[in-house]
């Protein structure tokens, strides 16, 4: 029940956090980074996650144009967890991090999320 009522929620959502001008001071491989947290996120979202959530990256990327996705992120990974429970029973449910320092707000925002 829970499920379909935030698949239906999650018909009408948009990712908030705002996408870095090309011609901003971030490097290619950052906004990079902000991409591929993008795009786990809306498959969190709309419910197309195959059950492994995995965010690699090289490198430290907590600057203040971050935290925004970062939110979006844990707030998608929040409302998972019903999207986890309609998934078949021999589905792995996987959640990677690879490559990537987190800083304390962040790993809160996570922690809280989980």
């Known amino acids: 029940q829970r499920y379909h009522e935030v698949l239906l929620k999650n018909q009408k959502w948009e990712y908030s956090a705002p996408s870095p001008d090309l011609d901003s001071n971030l490097p290619r ?3 990079q980074f902000l991409d591929q947290i993008k795009k786990e996120t809306c498959n969190m979202r709309y419910g197309t ?11 430290p990327y907590d600057g ?3 935290l ?12 998972y967890h019903y999207a986890l429970k309609c998934l078949p029973k021999e589905t792995s449910s996987i959640l990677n991090f690879s490559g990537v320092a987190l800083p304390p707000e962040v790993l809160d925002l996570l922690s809280n999320a989980l």
């Open 29 to 31: 491989q950052s906004r």
């Open 49 to 59: 996650c195959n059950g492994t959530i995995d965010v690699s990256g090289n490198g």
């Open 64 to 66: 203040a144009s971050f």
């Open 68 to 79: 925004p996705h970062w939110r979006e992120f844990a707030n998608a990974l929040q409302e």
